[in-house]
């Protein structure tokens, strides 16, 4: 094969190294939290002076992290449940039939993936306080399913539609019902798309900042709403615990996007709109 | 015949049209996504018209009086506006690179965690690596570039590179999905027939990619137009990168005028309404050729 042109290959290049650049600055942005997190003083040098890990234990009792671990724990487990429970069956119906106003159900389970949270989340946690659901857990919980559910739909539709229909006919033809289809078919032919959407679902709640922080108070504050005040406040901890505090966080997300990767492919992650 | 013959029952009536049993399950996500966003938007949509004083337009007057609300209109263009740009501009060359990678796999996995991470720990995050003391100066320090750190954040350019962080690989992800759904036979028969790299790019791939282009450029504009958290973190909030998302909080929090807020986001709902309607008629206009009828 012929060498490719000169013009060809810098361009080539040229591309790698702006990608090389970009990933080498994010892992020196990631690789600043961690080291600064270990570090004992940290001024006018490449690297700390010294290690220690005194800054996790001052952040566990600090930030009282066992209480917000927990309470991340509860909205999350909540959030990837409940959403699991709304959206799968309506994923199913969206796949398998066609109903007048179908579209129109599509658009209103497209647009809250794409309207920004900071912008529905405002009159969203205007109403949850009208109700007084804002500022506990529930309120928390009720604001970030709004974009997981129809994440959820959107994410099973392609999984549903590639289920064979004589599968569903034949259980039918042998006296199923719907709740036991799902039950004995379905969801076991469907578990891969499932945890691919509920492990999604979980990694982005973690992450979900907007939303939680416009309808927590202060007992229903999750890992990022508290990194957030934390940073807000720096000064008066020290930058290290703080950083000890992210590193927590990282870890938690890290985890579990490593197993959501295994189910799913990056590009999934982002919302693909139809032309 | 009889009378039933004529008019099948009810419930087959329905099953005709597509509605029986499995159809009902698609009610409870409809129920929620009303009750809790189409819902709360009308609301704060009605609520805006209801100030704490004044006419029913006294919110918007407000905002579109005082330079210290309107002037957040273009601080935040100013900064989303250049991110979302050269977000897209950047991402167009790697993603069409990328694709011919047999291991993208790595990359993009690489690329998937500022996204997962979020806008709090990028802000934390960068606060540190392009601080005074961080290793961006000090490597700036070292080589010579520059004489005395450079200040990169608490101002306009800590919120833009924290933009260009999240923002990057979430339009690279998803202008990736779009180049690879082009067919690569329809590049290969542009170069059989003579067509440089170059001319390829621009009269094959460009035209096919311009309508996922557009929603790219529109999802990654409305991304970055609602960017707070780094701009309140690793920005000036008070002056130079106080965004439109700020001034909507702190009527909410900090004044309690839930009416004044919601006239806030109405407003910022609108602009981003404005910019992506345009986007998306610019795509009908600008490739009409008979390319664009070709795709499928």
Redesign the interface.
Known sequence: MARRPLGERLWATSIWVLVGFFVLNLIGMIATVVVNSFGTRWFSTWLPSGYTTRWYALAWNEFQLPSILLVTLQVVGAVVVISGLIGVPAAYAMARRDFPGKSLVMGLFLLPLLVPPITYGIPLATVLYQVHLAGSIWGVILANLVPTVPFVVLIMIPFVEQIDPRVEAAARVFGARTGRLFVHVLVPLLMPGILAALLLVLVRTIAMFELTFLTAGPTSQTLVVALYYAVFAAGVRPGQSIDAMAVVYMITTMIWLLIALRFVIPTQIVPRAKR | MTEAAHLPPLRLRLRN??????????L???F???A??????L???L?SFAPKEGGWLANYATFFSDPFLYDTILTTLLIAVPATLLNVV?SI??AM?VRLMRHQ?L???????????????????????LGP????N?VLLAAGLVDSPIRLVHNYWGVMLSLV?SG?P?TF??T??YVTGIDPALEHAGRMLGAR?RERFWRIVLPLLA??LA?TLA?SF??A??V??SA??LGAPAGPTRVI?IA??QA??EAYD?SM??A??MI??GV?VVIVVALLAARGLAFRGPASSGKG
């Open positions: 049209r597509g509605l029986d049993g499995t159809t009902l399950l698609v409870p996500a409809v929620f996504i009303v809790l966003f189409v819902y709360p938007f609301y704060g949509l609520l950047l060359p790697v690179r796999k990359l993009t996995t690489i690329l998937v965690v500022p996204i997962t991470l979020g806008t709090v720990l990028i802000a934390e995050g960068l606060l540190t690596y003391r961080g290793w961006v000090r962080i990057f979430f992800l998803l990736l999905s790299a309508p996922g929603i999802l409305v991304q137009f609602s707070f958290p309140v973190l998302s909507a909080y909410a929090f839930y807020a919601s806030i986001a910022m709902a981003q």
